[in-house]
């Protein structure tokens, strides 16, 4: 029983010791959305801290692999452009443009 009360503290003083990394995070996010049966055909959303949808691109003909800490990096680079000119936003290949070798 001790053991397991020891346990239990540890998991939540590991988890609530996280602090995130990234400036950015705090104003917004970007999920990938993707499909079963179109593996190399995705959709990056990218919303802004009150969760609303500020950009939305899809990618096709290749898969991102967000796992990867440099795709990561270039998903938060578009993200703080996006945050940045949200009110003046045309382009509909921001990612196009940061991902241009295989991701």
């Not at 400036?23 to 049966?37: L, M, R, T």
């Not at 796992?67 to 945050?83: D, F, H, M």
């Amino acid at each position: 029983m001790k053991a397991t009360i020891t346990a239990f503290l540890m998991i939540i003083i590991w988890s609530s010791g996280k602090a995130q990394t990234n400036p950015a995070a705090s104003k917004g996010f970007w999920v990938i959305e993707g499909n079963i049966k179109e593996k190399k055909t995705q959709l990056v959303k990218f919303y802004d801290s009150d969760h609303r949808l500020i950009y939305e691109e899809k990618i096709e003909g290749k898969r991102i692999r967000y796992e990867k800490p440099r795709t990561q990096k270039k998903l938060n680079e578009v993200l703080q452009a996006v945050l940045e000119t949200k009110d003046t936003l045309h382009s509909k290949s921001l990612l196009a443009k940061h991902f241009k070798s295989p991701v």
